[in-house]
C-alpha cells in the first residue's frame, strides 16, 4: 500500500525554510514497503509511477526520490531506471539514473531534481552508484512542464526472461518553493 500525497493533507512535514526569496516546506509525496518484481520479459518494464500533482513543486523547488532495488544473481544484467516526464509518458520519460547489476543483488539510490527558477527547467541531480559526494558525470538538464501533472516511473529491464528485477521501496519528497 501506498502513501499518496493530498495537497490539503502534509504526510509528513520534514522542515521550514523561510528567507526574503523564498518559502520552501518538504513533504512526503509517496512511500512504498510492497515489493513489485517482473520476471518473463526482455522490453523495459514499468514497476511503480508516482505522480506529482501539478504545481505542486513551484518554480524553485525540488524533489528527491529514494528508490531500492533487488534481483537475482546471475551473470545476465538486470537495469533499473527512473524517469521523469508528462503524465502517460511511461518508459519513453527523461531518464535520471540508471544502474545495471549482475551478481550485486541489491542496489540503493538516491536522486532527484530541482526547478530552475521556472516550473518548466529542471537540473537533474544523481548520486555515484555507491554513495553521496563527488561525481566525474556532468549535469543533465530537462524542460518538463511541472505546472502540469508530472510522473516519476521506476522501470527494470533484464537481459533474460529468466531473471528477476524488483522495486523493493521507495520514497518521493518534495520540496516546495515558489
Not at 135 to 140: A, N, P, V
Request: charged letters at 10%; glycine letters at 10%; zero cysteines.
Amino acid at each position: 500500500m501506498a502513501i499518496r500525497f493530498s495537497p490539503s493533507r502534509k504526510v509528513t512535514k520534514l522542515a521550514v525554510v523561510t528567507s526574503t526569496v523564498f518559502s520552501a516546506s518538504a513533504s512526503v509525496l509517496e512511500q512504498s514497503g510492497v515489493q513489485v518484481s517482473h520476471t518473463g520479459g526482455t522490453p523495459e518494464f514499468v514497476l511503480a509511477t508516482v505522480t506529482i500533482p501539478a504545481d505542486a513543486i513551484g518554480p524553485n523547488g525540488r524533489v528527491e526520490i529514494w528508490p531500492t532495488f533487488s534481483n537475482n544473481n546471475s551473470g545476465n544484467s538486470k537495469t533499473y531506471r527512473v524517469r521523469i516526464g508528462a503524465s502517460g509518458a511511461g518508459t519513453g520519460g527523461t531518464q535520471i539514473w540508471t544502474a545495471s547489476n549482475t551478481t550485486n543483488t541489491v542496489h540503493n539510490a538516491i536522486m532527484g531534481f530541482a526547478n530552475r527558477n521556472s516550473a518548466s527547467s529542471q537540473i537533474l541531480t544523481v548520486s555515484p552508484a555507491s554513495a553521496t559526494g563527488l561525481s566525474g558525470g556532468t549535469l543533465t538538464t530537462a524542460a518538463i512542464d511541472t505546472t502540469a501533472d508530472t510522473e516519476i516511473v521506476f522501470t527494470g529491464q533484464l537481459a533474460n526472461s529468466g531473471d528477476t528485477v524488483s522495486l523493493e521501496a521507495y520514497r518521493v519528497i518534495i520540496f516546495y518553493a515558489a
